[in-house]
């Protein structure tokens, strides 16, 4: 702190001792310092990188591959079934007389009872058919648009996940920096208290002060070392946090570029609204749900339906003389199911229970936006005033320390009475780069709310 260090500088009485600089993460430009992270290049860095990311980008290529999976049932399905065995026993056939009709003058064909036996031994059956659905086409393109709109909303999730990481990289850096500032504010005030500690030392040796005056400066000390502690602490697990968002060994080293301090204005409440509610991906999803929802409606019900295909059909058969060896056939095949118990009546309330859901998950997240809208840019209104003010508070503990070190110049002030204006003035710079990182928190929560990357 630039006014503690000047406090320190000119007190009268108080003999100043060069010490070396306390290193703070992410200042300076000194050979070995961590490399500068920008918030831009952090937000880069876990778009590409980040773990999460990953997973529902491989959804949304999974559902990508059931979309086209679905899409070739359009085309005739081909079966092919082949059956190589032995029959156990002997396979007896009974012709009865007459059985290939009665042709004069030759008689009955065959003119008595006639057993054929085929005797036990390999047969082969090859069984093969091409059908091409009919009515099951528009089956297949109900399924094919169910599949398309699971695409969109995984696409859409995806969009969410991005804004979430997003601002989660934003809140994490603007942490790191607060917490930096903190600590460069505690360190320098330490310095203040080492030095103070040394000097009154010397003085209650000189019976120049009391005991208890020593003893106040060394718990003052020591409560900031912990606070110091504390503080590197939050750094250390604020850079892994990071870290692990952008997809990087826990321990790569980084060091955050301090934000601007003017934190942009927002539109109105109406025109903000609008635009959340065109852009949020959570909103696209649930509109993506409602009309995957009429479309399982509609599959329903075409299960009512016969299916009619067109079908040809082929059979081969060896070692089976009295069967032909080949059989071709072509056309229609219908399949229905006339008798259900009321199963595909029942699926149908179901969906339509489900499109009712729908319905109402649509409006209520519709409604759920405009609340969170409205309740961000209200937090970035607060956090602005907060700002202000404490910026304010930080400009009225800097004059009045240096009221209080001319008062002390002039033997009006005690030394307590600088040391709490010291103490004021710093935790007046740690409140600001508070204030501050909370309002860019907040801008980057509003920008979330309206669904920006």
Known sequence: MVVVGAILAAAPGIPVRAEPAVDVPGHGEAAGDPPILTLDDAIALALEQNRDLRQAALEAEKADERLAATRSRFLPSFDLT?????????????????AFGDLPPVGPIPATDTDVVAPAGRMTYVVGSVTQPLTGLRRVSLSTRARALDLEIRREDLRSRRQAIIESVRRTYYDLLRTESALEATDEGLRFLRELERVVANLVEQRAALQVDGLEVQARRAAEEYEAAVLRNSLVTFKEQLNDLLGRDLDTPLAPEPVPEVVPEEADLAAARARALAERADLRQARLRREQAEVERRLKRWDFVPDLSLSFNYVSTSNV??????LASVGLLLTWEPFDWGRRHRATREADHGLEQADSALKQAESQAAIDVGARIRALQEARVLLEARRLAREAARARG???LDRYRQKAALLKDVLEDQETLADAYRNYQQALAQAWTARAELERAFGRE
């Open 82 to 98: 082949v059956l190589d065995g032995r029959t156990i026993e002997d396979v007896e056939f009974r012709f009865p007389a007459g």
């Open 321 to 326: 003389e009295v069967l032909p060896h080949n």
């Open 402 to 404: 240096q009221v209080t």
